[in-house]
Each structure stands twice: as structure tokens, then as C-alpha cells.
């Protein structure tokens, strides 16, 4: 069972899983090995316009009304090919980017957003500090008003696109204000004196999305580098990055898909005890599984979309999607590394890079518990 798509938006998909199957499959492994990122097909990503399918046609975007689900398709297709090329734009289109168009200048808008929508510029959102993960709002980094714009000193660490970005938006405290009302969001440019990016952290899943530390020392930005002006807060931010779960769950989904799609093939050639495993019922059992898992969270993430597309509230919404399609990803990629047997845990097969990508959604974007925390709360508990 699939979630209703329209002409259009089969068609869009259809397109898109083409230049994934042609152009980013066969890339997969090599980006994997290298932990590379994929300049190259980045910028062919924008050239066709697939990196604006959120923004309007002004800015080079695609001038979409269902932004969300459109984006969504995105994101999962991509992570069908690699959850590490698929996390480097979710997290260039989403939260980095939108921060900008939400709330820049048009000056700003035409140098950084127009570019980034070409593939020609890389962005970065970076509100996580060693001492403040899922309590955000204890972040240490100051953006200190002077009479001609603001001095940011701090760090931030496990940024993804740190080491290639272009420009980042950049959560600081400001003033005495306690909570969302005291942190505000700063466009920063990489080659601002007083940057640094720090060391690309090693880590065991997506290794072909940069994941890193940023330093910022006596940084100084003018007073229009504040998104959303002098009297801006961190609330509109935070509904931003309530949707982009959404995004999270599209590249969980898009992962599971391709361990499935692997596990079914291999279960229909692989032989043992003359007969394929495929015809054993402790495997159809997992495939079933899988399968049941994956459209459950495949139904509720476009049902999320399409309320995110009509402007309703989904802080409960996308944070169960990011649950159900995050948890039920790393299981379906579990089973299928199990029905590889011996082959799973090797090299060779990619279920082990599926297993390690899927484990990616658990923590990106907000732990699968802070989504829980989040729910119950809406939940009224
Ligand atoms: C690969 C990767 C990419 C990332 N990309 C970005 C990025 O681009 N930009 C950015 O700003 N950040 C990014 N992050 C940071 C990410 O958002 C944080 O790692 C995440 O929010 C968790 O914070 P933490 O790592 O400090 O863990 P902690 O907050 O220390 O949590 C540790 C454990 O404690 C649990 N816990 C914490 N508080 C509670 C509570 N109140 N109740 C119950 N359990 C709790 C958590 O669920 C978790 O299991 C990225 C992280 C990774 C790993």
C-alpha cells in the first residue's frame, strides 16, 4: 500500500529514481569507502533543479505548493541510493537554507540562497555544542551586540556539511533573554575572520555526509546577519525544525527501502538445502515484517507531510514519524543484514552500510526519546 500520489508527483519521483539508479547507486560504495562528499553530483542535483524542489521559482526554486511532500520524496529517494548523500541535502535544504529564506534580506537571499539552490554554494545549521545537545537551549555560544553588529564567540560540534560549507545558520545566545526568547539565529559566512572549522569527527554511519566542530573567536557580523531582525527569537526557528523531522524520517525511509529491496532479491537467489531461502518460512516471516514495518511508517511520514503541506501543527506528528520511520528503519535493516547471513557482515554486501546509515535518524535531528519526551507532552501527559 502506497500513500495516494498524484500524476505529478509520481512523475517527479519516476524522474528522480532514475538519476538515483543511474547516478548515485553506483556511486554508493565508493562514497561510503572514501567518505567523500559528492561535489559533483551535488551540483548535477542543482543543475536540475532538485535542490530548489522547497523554495519558490524567484529564488531558482521549483515553485511547489506541496513543498513537504515533494521534499519528502527527495530525500527518501536519494537515501535509497546513500543516506550519507541524502543527509548532506536534507540538511543543506532544510533547516540551513530555510532559516535564510524565511527570514533574510533579499540581498542576502540573491547572494547565498539563489546559489545554494544552483549546487554552487553549501549550507550548514549548527545549533548542537559539546555541553548542549537535547537541551538546546543551554548553549553557551553569545552573540554580543557592539554599535556596529555582533561579536560570536563560541563552538558548536557535530555540524553536518561543517567542513564544506559555504555559509551556515548559527544558533547564539543574545541579551538576558532566558529560553527561546534569549537565542537567535545568525547567518554566517565561512570566510568571516574569527571562524574556524575544527576536526571532521570519524563516526561509524554516514560516512559520506561531514560531520563537524566549529569555532567561532571574537567573530564579527554585521547587525543584518541576525535572521529576522533585532527583535527576532528562536521560536520560528523551532518550528522549522519541528517540520524538518519530516526530512529525518524521509531518509530513514529511503534506507530501509534499499535494505528491503536488497534482502527480497537476495531471498529469491540464494540457495541452501536446494531450495531458495526465500521459500523459508523464518524468512518470508522477516521480509513480511520488514515490509509491514516500512509501509506503516511510509503512510504515516506522507500523511505527515501533506498536514505540514495545509499549515497544521505537526510537533506530535513528525516527531512520531521520526520515531516510527527511525526505529523501524534500523529493525528492517537488521533483518535484512540477518537474512545475508554470513555475506551481511561482510564488505562486499552493502546490508552492513545500510544497518550502520540506519542508525543516522536515531540521533540527527533530536534522539528518538527527546521525540517521545515531545509527543507525551503534546499527548498532555
Ligand atoms: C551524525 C550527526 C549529525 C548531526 N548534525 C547536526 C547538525 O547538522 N546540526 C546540529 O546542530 N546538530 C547536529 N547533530 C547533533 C544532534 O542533534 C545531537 O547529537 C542530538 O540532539 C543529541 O544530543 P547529544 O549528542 O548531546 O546527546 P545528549 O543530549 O547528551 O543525550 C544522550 C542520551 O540521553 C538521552 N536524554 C537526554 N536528555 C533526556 C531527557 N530529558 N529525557 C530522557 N532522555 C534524555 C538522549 O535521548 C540520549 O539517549 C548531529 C549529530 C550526529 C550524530
Known sequence: MEYPFNEDQLAFREHLSRWVDERLIPRAEELDETSEFARDLFEELGELGYLGTKYPEEYGGAGIEEKY??????CEELARGSMGFAATVAMHGSAASHMLFEDGTEEQKQKYLVPALKGKMVCAFAITEPQAGSDAANIRTRADRTDDGYVIN???????????????TVVAKVGDGKGAKGMALFLVDTKT?????????????????????LFFADMKVPFDCRLGGEDSDFKSAYRMLTVDRIITAAIALGNARAAYDAAFEYAKEREQFGRTIGSFQAVQFKLVDMLATFEQAHLYTYHTAAMADRGEDVTKEAAIAKIVAGDGGCEICQKALNIFGGYGLTMEYPAQRYLRDSF??????????????????????
Request: hydrophobic share 40%; glycine share 12%.
Open 360 to 381: 543516522f535518524p536515531l540521533i540527527g535531528g533530536g534522539t528518538s526519546d527527546i521525540m517521545r519526551l515531545l509527543t507525551a507532552k503534546r499527548m498532555g501527559l
Open 69 to 74: 511532500v515533494y521534499y519528502t520524496m527527495l
Open 193 to 213: 575572520p574569527g571562524f574556524s572549522v575544527g576536526r571532521k569527527i570519524e563516526k561509524f554511519t554516514t560516512y559520506c555526509s561531514d560531520t563537524g566542530e
Open 154 to 168: 563560541g563552538s558548536k560540534i557535530f555540524i553536518s556539511n561543517s567542513i564544506n560549507a559555504d555559509f551556515i
